[in-house]
């Protein structure tokens, strides 16, 4: 079975603060993504990577970065933390030219 | 970025009743998918459909995909309480291989 593993179930950071979120998937998968879920507002794209050292905006790039050194890591990273990125976020990841996505189990993070 | 409308938001039901959850496109699909969140869970893909008109079935669940490619749609019959979820459908076009997922509905099922 694909596992989609994220560092953190729940996070509590104030704001201001710097936050990485770490994502390991173990099926060779060549893209990796990174969601922000809300209520009533879906799954919103915020970067994703089709290759290690390579990443592309999503739809709502503005306040996250991301890092691929590697092919089986995909971070995220909030430079300075505000509070309306308090949210579930979650990281998929999927095959080279295929759409199907195998997600993790998502990190709730409170900014406070 | 390309958008997939999603309805009904929420859709509470009574046990046994069918449940139907829709999808809907401005532009031509290259194929849809079908995930479905418990709560507290993450989501979890379901079926992918591809050619215009398919149709498939998982169990008591129906997935159709439009002549058009440009609807979709997941009908349950008789839900159960291990039903209870977020169903979304995610959409693909243009040689795109990124998926740009609906809102999502919530199915609430009334023992």
């Known amino acids: 079975d694909v596992k989609v593993t994220q560092s953190s179930r729940y996070l509590v950071k104030r704001t201001g603060e710097k936050v990485f979120l770490e994502c390991v998937q173990d099926?060779?998968?060549?893209?990796m993504f990174w969601y922000r879920q809300d209520p009533g507002l879906g799954l919103r794209l915020i970067y994703f990577s089709y290759d290690v050292k390579m990443k592309e905006k999503g739809d709502i790039p503005e306040g996250y970065s991301v890092s691929r050194e590697k092919k089986e890591r995909f971070s995220l990273i909030l430079e300075s933390t505000s509070t309306n990125q308090t949210s579930m976020y979650l990281c998929?990841?999927?095959?080279?030219?295929?759409?199907?996505?195998?997600f993790g189990q998502g990190t709730r993070l409170t900014v406070v | 970025g390309q958008q997939v409308m999603q309805i009904p938001q929420y859709q509470h039901v009574q046990e046994g009743e069918d449940f139907t959850t829709y999808c809907n496109s401005s532009?031509?699909?290259?194929?849809i998918q079908w995930y479905k969140q418990r709560p507290g869970g993450h989501p979890v893909f379901l079926i992918q459909l591809v050619k215009s008109g398919e149709v498939k079935k998982q169990k008591r669940l129906t997935f159709q995909f439009g002549e058009a490619k440009k609807n979709s749609s997941l009908h349950i019959t008789a839900t159960q309480t291990t039903d209870v979820g977020t169903y979304f459908c995610a959409a693909a076009s243009g040689g795109s291989y990124i998926p740009t997922f609906g809102r999502g509905t919530s199915l609430i099922v009334h023992p």
């Open positions: 998929a990841s999927s095959y080279r030219g295929r759409t199907e996505a195998f």
């Open positions: 099926m060779d998968h060549e893209n």
């Open positions: 532009t031509t699909l290259s194929n």
